[in-house]
């Protein structure tokens, strides 16, 4: 097979050895990994597309970086993160209560939040190779803080990346064979600060119960201007809501239908999911049906699923949340042999240190200056 990205030639695998792109043969991987790399990334006025042979200047156009090839894997690493850490603070919000497993990792993800500053570590791996980060979340939504550092290191092409965030300015620098390359960003403070009244508005939400799901609901509808509730019938919905969420916190029917177990070890108890996604889907979507405004909506999806049987049955996903003291300390996911290992530690002791970020800052906006200018030169 040939790496769509850098040319190289290699018999199989899912990530190319040299530049660690993952081939197309990997369905889930590529869709997971993939679509981060066609992102944008706003700054400034220019449009920037790969250097060579011609960079390309368009003065109203936002920015539009795209790195060559093998500076891509930086991009999918930050990708990465922000997915992982998307995915817990969703399964947070999503399953805040209820006395079942889905309370037990909402809550111990909400835990972790609150602790206001928190370590972790993340391992993508597929057999010999492997991409690592570590880093420190300071989040204080009260005093509007979010910073946060991480270093990430890909083993295939001896790739080093470090990410932070600090005083709504974020930066990357990604290092490889002794180059450099930056990105630096500065964050609309009013943004920032509508985040955190958000997120202390509804982080206590109480899923279980309908007139908070359908406050949310009804935010939501009115970010939308109006199309969710085009779609569905708001007050149906929240009591829809709430059911799921209360079978989330049935081990019976996660066992029926998401392959669920538990078990306890050395005082952390680990909820594993094996679901097949056609069953686990076909016993989640029904508690939605009365919710769609017109029947059609509902049978029209049914069908797409029954469409998509053969390809679900092909994914093999596994996902395991580690609690302990309350808190979730970790989750582990193996999409077709590709293993997603994520740890949280030190919390509300973790620190970060402001003086090299406030350096990183400094070196990151002047070198990513200097690397726009030398492209127009």
């Not at 609690?323 to 293993?339: A, I, Q």
Request: aromatic share 12%; net charge negative.
């Amino acid at each position: 097979m040939k790496c769509t990205a850098c040319g190289y030639e290699f018999p199989n695998g899912k990530f190319c050895p040299v530049c660690g792109t993952p081939v197309a043969e990997s369905t889930t991987t590529q869709s997971c990994l993939g679509n981060f790399e066609e992102q944008p990334v706003t700054a400034a006025t220019y449009t920037y597309t790969n250097p060579d042979p011609t960079p390309t200047y368009t003065p109203e156009a936002p920015i539009t970086p795209v790195m060559p090839a093998k500076r891509k894997t930086g991009k999918i690493i930050a990708a990465i993160l922000a997915l992982v850490l998307v995915v817990g603070a969703v399964v947070g919000v999503m399953a805040l209560f209820g006395g079942g497993p889905a309370d037990s990792i909402g809550k111990g993800a909400m835990k972790v939040l609150k602790s206001e500053t928190f370590n972790f570590d993340v391992t993508i791996s597929e057999g010999e190779y492997s991409i690592t980060m570590t880093g420190t979340v300071e989040f204080v939504p009260e005093e509007g803080i979010l910073n946060f550092y991480m270093e990430g290191y890909n083993k295939a092409i001896d790739s080093k990346i470090t990410v932070g965030m600090y005083d709504y300015c974020a930066f990357s620098i990604e290092e490889e064979g002794g180059d450099k390359w930056y990105s630096y960003q500065e964050f609309d403070e009013d943004s920032l600060e509508e985040f955190f009244e958000y997120y202390l508005e509804y982080s206590d939400s109480d899923l279980n119960k309908k007139k908070d799901v359908l406050l949310i609901l009804e935010e939501i509808d009115d970010l939308s201007d109006g199309e969710l509730s085009e779609v569905v019938d708001l007050e149906i919905l929240a009591e829809c809501i709430t059911e799921y969420v209360g079978a989330h916190n049935d081990k019976k029917w996660l066992e029926e239908n998401a392959g669920f177990s538990q078990e306890k070890k050395n005082g952390v108890t680990y909820y594993t999911y094996e679901p097949d996604l056609y069953d686990f889907l076909e016993g989640s979507l029904p508690y939605f049906e009365e919710a769609l405004e017109e029947e059609d909506y509902y049978d029209d999806t049914m069908d797409a699923l029954d469409d998509s049987r053969s390809e679900l049955d092909r994914i093999n996903l596994e996902i395991t949340f580690g609690v302990k003291s309350g808190y979730l300390t970790s989750v582990l996911m193996d999409v077709e042999g590709v293993e997603i290992e994520v740890t949280f530690s030190e919390f509300g002791k973790a620190g970060l240190d402001y003086d090299e970020l406030e350096d990183l800052l400094s070196e990151s906006e002047k070198g990513y200056e200097e690397q726009w200018s030398s492209y127009y030169d």
